[in-house]
């Protein structure tokens, strides 16, 4: 629409996708939030019998030990970063944690926010409703052949997406480079969108970039269910400065509420599942097969982006899907350059009517992780 802002259009565009999901259903959606995971309930059967609190009581994830103490195990492991108790925040979900760090922006005084697109487009809406502006440091994802970012010379705030959800890829070592020297010089808070990390294809590449950066002036949300791709479990968490413990929980907790007496066990099997010699290895490779299969037969034409993390990717549709399905193309992430492109879940339940999965049999050998162990 002319005169319609980027966030604008997203927000537009959000809207109405959802009514036409509504009506067509998640099965036609390709570029939809809904998989097709064979490992889903391995992966939370191991909280199945587990002691919960009574349901009596209220139950807060934030205090849940067991939990707290998981997640600090896994980030000496993946990152070699020890987080104490009070730099980590879980709840359920990614939203009410972005919502949350929102709020913290508006009660201190903030009323600009730099970013990198695509970010998810709930944080259009809340930078709306609170009266942020959100100031774009380049118009195209942060991929290796993107132009430098537009960094502002001053402190400031700065949002970015770490993988770049939509193309399954992380943001170029470059660019973070550029990023962690700008952080340094100008002592700028980020908050890192790791919705989609810990999903890398190679196992033998575990450390996220963005454990790299000052972790006195950075947020990072981590959402496990994404990395697992159980999406009926609600758990994310935010690693953050300890003394900005509050300032997340404060306004989190007024969102959330108490969580299901049940949601402490389901979240800590979760973790634990992570931290196994298997972790989420077997889905990745099945990720990695369905992507290839999808390709060979023709689904996915040349051109596609070649995803390394997640199960999304940026694609060229054939024809026959394309006319097909529900769609998200460039306008929706705010990003320009990629016309003839949309976003695609490789693990889509559009595809089950269209791949017979016997080359993809998930007790292959072949989809096991490798013979280390995590926690050794």
């Given at each position: ?8 259009q997203?927000l537009?565009l959000?809207q ?5 999901w ?5 099965h ?7 998989s097709v ?24 994830l934030s205090e849940?030990s ?6 600090s ?12 108790r009070?730099?980590?925040?879980p709840?359920s ?10 709020l ?11 970013y ?5 487009y709930?944080c ?9 502006s959100?100031?774009?440091v ?14 502002p ?5 700065m949002?970015?997406?770490?993988p ?9 070592a ?19 969108d790791g ?7 190679d196992?033998?590449?575990?450390q996220e970039?963005?454990?790299l ?12 269910t994404?990395s697992?791709?159980v ?14 413990n ?13 969580t299901?007496?049940?949601a ?5 099997s ?5 931290l ?6 077997r889905?990745?490779r099945y ?10 037969e ?6 596609t ?5 997640s199960?999304y990717?940026?694609?060229?549709l ?7 399905t529900?769609?998200?193309d460039?306008?929706f ?5 990629w016309e003839?492109?949309v ?6 339940p559009?595809w ?5 999965d016997?080359t ?5 050998s ?11």
């Amino acid at each position: 629409m002319s005169g319609e802002s980027v966030g604008e259009q997203i927000l537009r565009l959000h809207q109405q996708l959802d009514l036409d999901w509504r009506t067509v259903g998640e099965h036609a959606f390709i570029s939809g939030w809904d998989s097709v995971n064979p490992f889903a309930d391995h992966y939370v059967s191991a909280g199945d019998g587990a002691p919960v609190s009574s349901s009596s009581n209220y139950t807060i994830l934030s205090e849940a030990s067991a939990l707290l103490d998981a997640v600090s195990r896994f980030h000496e492991v993946t990152d070699g970063l020890s987080y104490k108790r009070e730099a980590i925040y879980p709840t359920s979900g990614s939203s009410p944690l972005l919502f949350a760090f929102f709020l913290r922006l508006a009660n201190i005084g903030c009323r600009e926010v730099y970013y990198a697109p695509p970010i998810y487009y709930s944080c259009f809406y809340f930078a709306r409703m609170l009266g942020i502006s959100l100031i774009p440091v380049t118009d195209e994802p942060a991929l290796p052949e993107s132009a430098p970012l537009r960094l502002p010379d001053k402190k400031t705030v700065m949002l970015f997406c770490d993988p770049i959800w939509v193309f399954g890829v992380p943001v170029a070592a470059e660019h973070f480079d550029a990023l962690k020297v700008w952080q340094q010089r100008t002592e700028s808070t980020i908050l890192v969108d790791g919705t989609f990390q810990y999903s890398k294809w190679d196992e033998r590449d575990r450390q996220e970039q963005s454990s790299l950066l000052e972790p006195e002036l950075t947020f990072r949300l981590v959402c496990p269910t994404k990395s697992l791709s159980v999406h009926g479990v609600r758990f994310a968490y935010m690693l953050l400065p300890p003394d900005q413990n509050e300032s997340i929980r404060y306004p989190c907790s007024n969102i959330t509420g108490s969580t299901p007496s049940s949601a402490d066990a389901a979240a800590t099997s979760l973790m634990e599942q992570l931290l196994t010699e298997e972790s989420n290895y077997r889905l990745l490779r099945y990720v990695q097969k369905r992507f290839r299969r999808l390709q060979e037969e023709g689904f996915l034409l040349p051109g596609t982006r070649e995803p390394i993390a997640s199960y999304y990717c940026f694609a060229k549709l054939s024809p026959r899907v394309a006319n097909d399905t529900l769609k998200m193309d460039q306008r929706f992430f705010g990003i320009k350059g990629w016309e003839d492109f949309v976003r695609v879940n490789i693990l889509a339940p559009y595809w089950e009517d269209l791949i017979a999965d016997s080359t993809l049999d998930i007790t292959d050998s072949t989809l096991d992780g490798p013979d280390h162990m995590l926690t050794g």
